[in-house]
Nanobody, 115 residues
Framework: QVQLVESGGGSVQPGESLKLSCAIH????????MGWYRQAPGEQRELVAT???????NYPQSVLGRFTISRDNAKNTTYLQMNSLEQGDTAVYYC?????????WGQGTQVTVSS
């Protein structure tokens, strides 16, 4: 059974930074894209960042240049470094793993940016 365990959320002021972590517990077979999504109250879940096994990354314009996704394949862990946080970044952040046949979601971690 695969479980994604997130950590690192919290409350910060605008301009500050946070780093999220997502550890995969269990065996995932096959090529996997790891990523982060977020969902603000009343909004749809949206993509924040993805990274392939080979390290190719993808970001939407809203976080490009501020957020950095990385992964440690040996530790089955992905990270999301979030800098210059804005109030609009407030949301529940979810870890996501996509293989050729399966997808997995974490339970979510709250990030609140407020002055």
């Amino acid at each position: 059974q695969v479980q994604l365990v997130e950590s690192g959320g919290g409350s910060v002021q605008p301009g500050e930074s946070l780093k999220l972590s997502c550890a995969i517990h269990g065996n995932i077979v096959g090529f996997a894209i790891m990523g982060w999504y977020r969902q603000a109250p009343g909004e749809q879940r949206e993509l924040v960042a993805t990274i392939t096994t080979n390290g190719y990354t993808n970001y939407p314009q809203s976080v490009l240049g501020r957020f950095t996704i990385s992964r440690d394949n040996a530790k089955n862990t992905t990270y999301l470094q979030m800098n210059s946080l804005e109030q609009g970044d407030t949301a529940v952040y979810y870890c996501h793993v996509l293989t050729e046949t399966q997808e997995y979601w974490g339970q979510g971690t709250q990030v609140t940016v407020s002055s």
